[in-house]
Each structure stands twice: as structure tokens, then as C-alpha cells.
């Protein structure tokens, strides 16, 4: 645990992470929108009313991040006129997931959490933690498909066996839930952004989550999208190999990339987040956050895009070992949930809205 803001924080693993893994030209200044669709007041407008679009985000951590890593991101949301609660996801129930195996664990904590936010009627109020025992854990790092050592019999997405995750609130009575026509945005950090991918879509991955019915909007902060040769990407890789539309049309999506890192200048750490992103480590015109290289956080084409300058990736890094830079710079940079940058994308959130 450590202090941040007074408040009780504990340190993201980041150093794990590392080896495991402008312009107006629209409504909202420094917004570039997706190829073949300029978003209008008119249809922003229909966008929110129609759908019964809610002004609501669920927060995501990133890889190995936690909640309470994102509480005062939360707060500043809130503060800021957008109601937002964080998904209740600890760095360990990622573990699972290291080594390109499946990311359903996390999939269905995402479902969870947006269920849970229709179920308290969109009260900003904190989200419990699902049913989930050590036992459960076990069965998950044991059973969960894919990886390295192909468990499951293939590291193949579209060959996954159907394991039910475990943990009693993810089994198939707790999905009967009942019909809400409301929807609700969420923020991913880091991977979760392109892990929400999966869930928007209506494509097979053990169980299809069409989460597109309950989102209306998607912002990532900071997340690969660039498919490279690591099997992290296999999931991404077989999402658009499969999905007849990359984003459903229901669907916003803003991706938010950062400059100010260049690889061949940076720390040991970020050469190799660069490089497992699909940079080369030693490119010194491959620009970023420090984690995410800027062409991959830009890399998903449906997307609206923007970009930060002098922006870091995350909330808060080790001081010590491969993270110490990034820890360093983190007390002169702010990252992309700090207040004042916070201003520069919510609008893009709240134009449908108002």
C-alpha cells in the first residue's frame, strides 16, 4: 500500500507488465473522427436520446492494475460532472490471463460490473467485489485456455474449449439477468481497452458478450491496438480476423494516445513495452506514453483519436527497480486521468449528452 492525494494506494506491478505484455476538426477540440463519419450536433443528439444513452462511466484498470489505483480518477470524474464508478478488478485476477491466455476472467468482471451499475440505477455508489475464493483462483490459473503452454490443447482464441470461469456470480444462472434498454460508457485503461473490444462485439470467445447493448461509448486511455507478434495480441488479432464490423455502429469510440517518450531515449522498461507493442526498441522517431507507443494507441481505425502531449501512462509506478524513471516522471507529467487532462477529453463523452 502506499500514499497518494491522502489516500491509501497501492503500487501498480508495471515491471511485470513490461515483460508480460492537435487539431479541431470536430465538436470537441483536438478530436480527429474516425474515417467516414464526422460526428454532428444533429445526430449526437439522437445518439444520447435515442438509445437511452446514460452520462455514466464504468472505470477500468489497466494490466495488473487495481480499483482503488483509480478512485480518485473517479472522483475527478464525478467532480467533473460525468457520474463514474471503478470496476472492482484487483491486479491478481489477472494472473490468469499472463501469457496470452484467455482474457475472459476479466471479461466477465467487466459484464459484472456494468450489470451491477443497472442494478443500483446508476447510483455512483461502490461496486461490490463478485463471489471469487482462493479455490476459484486456482481453478482459473489452471483451467483458463491458451498461452504458451496452450492449455486447453491450442493457444488459438477461435479454438478455445468452453470453460465456465469460476466464481458463483460468472456462472450461467447469474447472466439471467433482466432486459435494461439503458446504456452506460466505459474508460479502460491501458488493455482493458482493447479487451472491451471483445466485450462490445458479438464475437464467440467461450460465451459471445454483445456488451454493445449495454455501452454507448468506449474511451481508451493509453491502450494497444496495434496487433503484434506477441501471443498478448492473439486475442485482438482473432477479434478483427472475425468480426464483420471492428466497431459496432451503435458504438462510439475515442482513443486517446500521448507523445514525450521516445523509445531510444527511454528506460529499459519502456524500450520494452514499446518493443512488445510492435516497435523497435531502438527507433528514436517511435513516440509515447512511456508504455504505449502512440501509433498503437491510434491503431484502431473506426476510432475517433487524440492526442496528448507530455501525457504518462499511468496513475502511478514503482519507485523502485525497471519503473523508477517512469516513477520520476510521473511527478512532473500527469497522466491521463489527472484533472487537467481530464478536460481535454470528457467533452467528447459528454457531447451526446447535452
Request: glycine residues 10%.
Amino acid at each position: 500500500m502506499c500514499q497518494s492525494n491522502g489516500r491509501m494506494r497501492r503500487f501498480l506491478p508495471l515491471p511485470l507488465m513490461a515483460v508480460l505484455f492537435s487539431h479541431d476538426l470536430g465538436l470537441v477540440p483536438g478530436v480527429l473522427p474516425r474515417a467516414g463519419r464526422k460526428l454532428t450536433a444533429r445526430n449526437a443528439e439522437s445518439f444520447g436520446r435515442d438509445l437511452q444513452d446514460q452520462p455514466f462511466a464504468v472505470i477500468l484498470p489497466g494490466f495488473l492494475g487495481s480499483a482503488c489505483d483509480f478512485e480518485d480518477f473517479a472522483e475527478d470524474m464525478r467532480a467533473a460532472g460525468y457520474k463514474a464508478v471503478v470496476a472492482p478488478i484487483e491486479w491478481w485476477h489477472w494472473l490468469p490471463c499472463i501469457g496470452g491466455r484467455s482474457m475472459r476472467p476479466i471479461l466477465e468482471r467487466i459484464d459484472h460490473a456494468v450489470y451491477q451499475v443497472l442494478a443500483n440505477d446508476l447510483e455512483p455508489v461502490a461496486l461490490e467485489q463478485p463471489s471469487y475464493t482462493p479455490a476459484d483462483f486456482l481453478t482459473d490459473m489452471l483451467n483458463n485456455p491458451g498461452g504458451i503452454l496452450k492449455v486447453g490443447g491450442s493457444d488459438d482464441p477461435a479454438e478455445y474449449p468452453e470453460v465456465q470461469p469460476s466464481g458463483a456470480d460468472f456462472t450461467a444462472k447469474a447472466r439471467a439477468r433482466s432486459p435494461d434498454k439503458r446504456r452506460l460508457a466505459i474508460v479502460a485503461h491501458s488493455a482493458a481497452g482493447w479487451i472491451c473490444r471483445l466485450y462490445l462485439s458479438s464475437v464467440p470467445y467461450g460465451r459471445t458478450y454483445a456488451g454493445a447493448d449495454r455501452v454507448h461509448s468506449l474511451v481508451c486511455l493509453g491502450s494497444p491496438h496495434h496487433v503484434g507478434d506477441s501471443l498478448v495480441f492473439k486475442a485482438l488479432k482473432y477479434l478483427e480476423a472475425t468480426a464483420a464490423e471492428a466497431l459496432p455502429g451503435n458504438v462510439r469510440c475515442l482513443c486517446v494516445g500521448a507523445k514525450g517518450t521516445i523509445s531510444g531515449k527511454g528506460s529499459d522498461m519502456t524500450r520494452g513495452a514499446y518493443e512488445l507493442c510492435g516497435a523497435d526498441p531502438d527507433d528514436d522517431t517511435v513516440d509515447g506514453d512511456g508504455m504505449t507507443p502512440l501509433f498503437s494507441a491510434l491503431a484502431f481505425e473506426p476510432a475517433d483519436k487524440m492526442i496528448l502531449d507530455g501525457v504518462t501512462h499511468a496513475p502511478v509506478y514503482p519507485a523502485l527497480g525497471p519503473s523508477a524513471e517512469l516513477a520520476q516522471d510521473r511527478q512532473s507529467k500527469p497522466w491521463y486521468g489527472s484533472p487537467a487532462i481530464l478536460e481535454k477529453w470528457l467533452p467528447w463523452l459528454l457531447q451526446i449528452h447535452e
